[in-house]
């Protein structure tokens, strides 16, 4: 069986039919699920990874190589990359074990379309990879009308076309959280990449999220972390509350994605800390 | 587990006269950021510093053993200290950086360190968070209403406040006034009635009064970093302490206190289902 | 007979483009054509009608690779089209910024080329290299302007904070110790490239060279009224080619040119050399110019300073430009602010200038270095669409109906 169905399998995606593969490994899950993980990281320690570049500024990708201190070792030693104009002269689009789709997907543009469509067909894991491609981001501002192209209006994050496994919200994601979703692909660890598979599913994102499902949901502690978290310095505190100014917000969803009390993953921070 | 995972709790009070007048206890906060900053482990603090309003705190970045002693004292109302740390070492330079916060603070941040999605070069740079224990929080109206409104005493007229023995109290020059805790329930903001953590179960260090005598504090050691630099601040003389076992009211209160946030919050938590309202814990 | 030769999207650059030439029999080409296709997201169109401060914020989005020069050249024109004047420690540290950047752009273009001329067994050390530099780079850009890819805090009227007199110390130093390093580095990519071999000639065109300045960018040095604007539909002589173009050909005295470090060099330092090599030496040659200057800056900066001024939002509906140097050259946004809203923004964008110029820098050399012409440019698709903009008679004002031309 080739490592894309395994991971499919693991991932509960694609064609196959769910008796035939263990089922997706969730957290806290022990048995087959791990065992099965651990022969795919043996049989194949290097995954093959493309880079699929639709309307987004290529800030992401750009985020993954200040990886320094790893890059070369990354980009020689610890995954393959198959793909992807910004790094290699290939215009074929191989099979891939995980494919990170950078931009959001113009609706009036047939050459992005074709692609996006072709990657769901060629990548075992397609993963939303910064905030354009998983909510849209600041492209959900567009509404048209610029030269040389006006007919190009309509921008929307990859899910609302395909079928997304996972998402690494960002504008742009940090180099660091690019390094560890490797590490933990690499290594199996399902449980380090439940979040970015539950993320697959926001498609939208705000600064208003903060009020919405925070503050009005009562759950606000008025830590102060969304703040911290904003990349465009859109968020302040009022009050102990987050302040958004909406002339600055992006819609990248970070906000709420660093919120403590949006999710939170106490069982991956003990482990990390050693407690 | 009621306590986290820990490696050691002492009762504890720094030695530095000048910091025990100005401190809420044992001065752990304020001795531990001084001493971290003394021996370079950090470069600067981010802690809940005074402004021109009284009993309002906000977040500022502390670069010396004189600001962080400025910052000393327990504020009961928000200062999302949180949202400094990136401006700490961004515009202000600072490569190793410690913190103090409340729980859900240390939850924040170590849910970034964790999983950091849009926050860069951050994560690896907290060198030390202290973690005080925490029952509850206060919007600064809810103080208002306690202290104007239930002892009849203005803000600026406040030179401390305490909770303890059941009682919210007030310090001023010449009285010392309280009210029954119950009397704060439901001043509180709700954020806290869903949280499970007391003692900052995952902060480098947590401290806070429960447990140990007056003017000493209770510290737990959790992680190896914080475990490290607590000792050596003992060994250097920063801090005087004993053994948990050996003082009043000792470890059973804080036990007691952090099983009861749990129980009563839980319960909160429940109902929230019940109702279909998010929870994320 | 011709034969056709089409590469797209044409690789290891940013964004999606097509390059398209015409070869004789031994494969020499004879037209040249590169266009960009990548979508457009109407930036300008979304800052249009918002408040002034969303346009850096968005902007900067343009692109991930030179946000830097973006969102620099749209608070320069805000800033001028508000006439405010930036204090002195702000516009050092919007300079500081652009130096950091500097370094760590063309860093990255010399890790995008290393497969063009870099052995197999130098490529780990050259990445190294790279690392290093950028490493360092971004520090600074981190420290100063709030985030090193998509930058928070450089805003209209300054930046928003000075920084500490630790971080200047540190930066300080964190750059003097980087000197030999970049030396070392400089030497190391301009002897690949001489040992490269390539066609002497390659890449040389008839085009003039644009730029404002040697360093920063300098609004006064770009006159408006010698700059147009055309649709693709009317520059490409293949109808097909110019209905799928996605940006617009901008000229400086009617004809196309060329912006970025050669450019420079050639305007302001009597560098006499044209074409691949010359662009790719020009380039490495600005890493060094831009750590002198970034080192003179930190050493000069009054950390205690104000570095934001304070302003009236309001705006009299006066055309600001804003024109920055960029790596890849002359970045120029315009703004017009009344009532507290952007009424007018265009970004007129270094790719945009050099795109009409790259396709024909192609003939008359063999199609397989075609690809070696492209990156000598070191194009950025994404930042290279744009709406068209066409000079007034009076210059005074830039009028919406004519975005219809």
């Known amino acids: 069986m080739s490592l894309i169905s395994k991971l499919k399998g693991l991932l509960g995606i694609g064609a196959k039919p769910a008796n035939e593969e263990p089922k997706p490994a969730k957290s806290g899950q022990v048995g087959a699920s791990e065992q099965e993980v651990e022969k795919v990281a043996e049989e194949n320690a290097k995954p093959r990874i493309g880079y699929i570049h639709l309307s987004g500024c290529t800030g992401d990708i750009m985020s993954l190589s200040e990886n320094y201190d790893i890059l070369a070792e990354l980009l020689t030693n610890m995954v393959d990359i198959v793909y992807g104009q910004t790094l290699a002269d290939v215009w074929e689009m191989p099979e891939m074990d995980l494919a990170l789709v950078e931009g959001s997907v113009c609706l009036q543009d047939e050459h992005s379309l074709h692609e996006l469509m072709e990657v769901r067909e060629k990548a075992a894991m397609v993963c939303a990879y910064g905030s354009c491609s998983a909510t849209g981001c600041f492209t959900r501002y567009s509404r048209g009308g610029q030269q040389a192209r006006p007919d190009h209006e309509s921008f929307v994050p990859i899910a609302d076309l395909i079928k997304v496994d996972c998402a690494i919200p960002g504008c742009p994601p940090s180099p660091e959280i690019i390094a560890k979703t490797v590490v933990a692909l690499i290594n199996g660890d399902m449980d380090y990449l439940q979040p970015m598979i539950d993320l697959a599913g926001m498609t939208e994102g705000c600064g208003c999220d903060l009020q919405k499902y925070v503050v009005n949901q009562a759950l606000c502690i008025g830590c102060g972390t969304c703040a911290m978290a904003c990349q465009t310095r859109a968020v302040s505190m009022t009050n102990g509350r987050p302040e958004v100014n909406g002339d600055r917000c992006v819609k990248c969803g970070i906000c709420y994605v660093q919120c403590p009390r949006s999710w939170f993953p106490e069982e991956q921070i003990k482990k990390d800390l050693g407690l | 587990m009621v306590l986290g995972t820990y490696k050691e709790i002492v009762s504890a009070r720094a030695t530095d006269k000048q910091i025990q007048k100005v401190s809420q206890d044992g001065g752990i906060v304020t001795g531990l950021l001084a001493f971290a900053l003394e021996e370079k482990i950090i470069e600067g603090a981010v802690v809940a510093g005074p402004t021109d309003e009284f009993w309002k705190p906000e977040p500022m970045v502390a670069m010396s053993a004189d600001e962080i002693i400025a910052a000393a004292g327990t504020k009961y109302t928000f200062s999302p200290n949180v949202m400094m740390l990136k401006k700490a070492v961004r515009q202000y330079g600072i490569e190793k950086l410690g913190t103090v916060a409340i729980p859900c603070q240390t939850m924040g941040i170590r849910k970034m360190q964790s999983y950091p999605f849009g926050v860069r070069f951050l994560a690896d740079k907290i060198k030390l968070l202290i973690g005080i224990y925490c029952m509850e929080n206060f919007p600064y109206a809810s103080l208002e209403t306690f202290i104007s409104e239930k002892m009849g005493v203005s803000m600026e007229m406040v030179e401390k406040m305490d909770i303890g023995k059941g009682k919210f109290w007030v310090y001023t020059q010449d009285e010392v006034l309280s009210i029954p805790l119950k009397e704060t329930h439901g001043y509180e903001q709700s954020g806290c009635n869903v949280c499970l953590d007391y003692v900052a179960e995952l902060g480098d260090v947590s401290t806070g009064s429960v447990g140990s005598p007056d003017g000493w504090s209770t510290v737990i050691t959790r992680t190896d970093g914080g475990d490290s630099i607590f000792k050596q601040a003992v060994e250097a003389g920063a801090f005087e302490t004993k053994d948990i076992a050996n003082v009043k009211p000792g470890l059973d209160l804080l036990q007691k206190l952090s099983a009861q946030k749990k129980e009563k919050n839980q319960k909160t938590i429940d109902k929230r289902k019940e109702m279909g309202l998010p929870v994320p814990f | ?405």
Not at chain 3, 162 to 180: D, F, G, H, M, V
Not at chain 3, 182 to 188: S, W, Y
């Open chain 3, 1 to 405: 007979m011709s034969e056709r030769i089409v590469i797209s999207p044409t690789s290891r650059q940013e964004g999606h483009a097509e390059l398209v030439m015409e070869v004789d029999d031994e494969g020499i080409v004879t037209k040249g054509r590169y266009f960009s296709i990548t979508p457009v997201r109407g930036l300008e169109k979304i800052v249009t009608g918002k408040a002034p401060e969303t346009a850096p914020v968005i902007v900067q989005r343009i692109c991930g690779v030179c946000p830097i020069p973006h969102t620099l050249a749209s608070v320069e024109a805000i800033d001028d089209s508000l006439d405010i004047e930036v204090p002195k420690a702000g516009q050092q540290l919007r300079e500081l910024t652009l130096m950091a950047h500097d370094i760590n752009s063309h860093a990255i273009h010399h890790f995008l080329i290393a497969a063009d001329f870099v052995p197999e067994n130098l490529m780990a050390a050259a990445i190294n290299s790279v690392s290093e530099i950028r490493k360092n780079a971004q520090y600074v850009v981190d420290m100063v302007a709030g985030e090193g890819i998509h930058p928070s805090d450089v805003r209209i009227g300054g930046m928003a904070d000075n920084i500490s007199e630790l971080a200047r110390k540190r930066l300080y130093a964190r750059l003097k110790q980087l000197k030999p390093k970049v030396d070392e580095h400089v030497d190391l990519m301009i002897g690949l490239i001489a040992d490269k071999d390539l066609p002497k000639g390659l890449g040389v065109h008839n085009q003039p060279t644009l730029a404002s300045d040697k360093i920063y960018g300098d609004r006064t040095k770009f006159d408006l009224d010698r700059f147009t604007e055309i649709m693709p539909e009317s520059w490409y002589d293949d109808a097909e080619i110019g209905h799928r173009a996605c940006s617009t050909i901008p000229l400086y005295d009617g004809v196309n040119v060329e912006v970025g470090p050669r450019a420079r060099a050639s305007v302001f330092g009597g560098f006499k050399d044209q074409g691949v090599v010359a662009q790719h030496v020009a380039r490495a040659y600005e890493m060094k110019t831009a750590l002198s200057r970034a080192i003179a800056i930190l050493d000069d900066l009054d950390t205690s300073a104000p570095a934001q001024a304070d302003f009236d939002i309001t705006g009299t509906n006066k055309l600001g430009i804003g024109a920055i140097e960029g790596p890849r050259g002359l970045d120029v946004h315009m703004s017009q602010i009344a009532n507290g809203k952007t009424q007018f923004y265009s970004a007129l964008v270094p790719t945009t200038w050099n795109i009409p110029t790259m396709g024909p820098a192609t003939e008359g050399f063999h199609h397989e270095f075609g690809p070696h012409v492209i990156r000598a440019y070191d194009p950025c698709l994404s930042c290279a669409t744009h709406v068209i903009v066409v000079d007034d008679e009076d210059s005074s004002v830039i009028k919406n109906e004519m975005v219809r031309l």
